[in-house]
């Protein structure tokens, strides 16, 4: 996505997040992060390699600024089904609405609907927003690190801990990794797309992951389409992938995860 949206994104995140505010106090939903008793860990399940040497987390979206509509008619309960159905690790649900069509109702409805850790994936400006994620029942959070400045981000990640909320720190850069590193963020998702120039390139994940500090739990996401993007990033030792886009549009959910993982309906791996 070019600079200017990206920017326009923000502003209106900003004002979004204001509005809400209006709304609901942060102090209400305080309250309602802090009775919540249930809790799915997204990192005990991203620690080791799943059962057949990779973990997915499957994403929810409708639509993009750069693709457009990807599936306006996406029901996030069927989506949660299939993806449970098909092995996944967790889901991601985009809660955007004005640019991603997306929702924190979908949210609920996806982890209403599963027993997986449901990641809030958002452009996420304020401490309003992570108090929100928890409130509305979320396992995870997205934090961009690009659009956080360090005491920023270590501000939202205490936050995060406070609540019981764990934060996946997005990356495209070395400096981004840096300021991730500092700020003690142990899951970091590595963007293959610039979110400046919206240029994919799946040899980012492995060049910024044999970067990474130990401990740190890497995740690759965007561009992750066919089993041997899959394997590619396994060869560089990275097992966790984001994907989206190509099991939004894919006739069968469920297999299109299986092939990714692969696995065949039957359980048996499909690549030796």
């Not at 142990?186 to 500090?213: C, E, K, V, W, Y």
Request: proline share 3%; charged share 25%.
């Amino acid at each position: 996505m070019p600079e200017d949206m990206l920017s326009r994104i923000l502003a209106w995140k900003r004002d979004e997040v204001e509005a809400a505010r209006q709304r609901v106090s942060e102090k209400t939903l305080w309250a309602e992060a802090k009775a919540r008793r249930s809790y799915r860990s997204l990192i005990r399940r991203l620690e080791e390699p799943g059962p057949y040497g990779c973990n997915i987390i499957a994403e929810i979206k409708r639509r993009s600024p750069s693709k457009g509509e990807i599936r306006a008619d996406l029901d996030p309960a069927e989506y949660a089904r299939d993806y449970q159905a098909g092995g996944a690790a967790g889901i991601s649900v985009l809660t955007d609405g004005h640019f991603f069509g997306g929702s924190l109702n979908d949210l609920e409805t996806a982890r209403a609907t599963c027993h997986l850790p449901v990641l809030r994936k958002d452009f996420v400006v304020s401490t309003y927003q992570v108090v929100e994620t928890a409130a509305r029942g979320a396992d995870a959070i997205l934090l961009i690190a690009r659009i956080l400045d360090l005491t920023e981000l270590q501000e939202l990640l205490a936050l995060c801990a406070e609540l019981r909320l764990e934060a996946l720190v997005e990356v495209h850069t070395l400096a981004d990794l840096a300021t991730a590193t500092a700020a003690g963020a142990r899951l970091i998702g590595i963007n293959n797309r610039d979110l400046q120039t919206f240029d994919t390139d799946i040899g980012t994940a492995p060049a910024l992951a044999a970067r990474m500090s130990p401990g740190q739990i890497a995740v690759a996401a965007s561009g992750i389409e066919t089993r041997d993007d899959i394997q590619r990033n396994l060869r560089a030792g990275i097992f966790n992938f984001l994907v989206g886009e190509s099991l939004v549009r894919a006739e069968d959910p469920t297999a299109a995860l299986r092939v990714l993982r692969g696995v065949d309906s039957l359980g048996r791996r499909t690549d030796g």
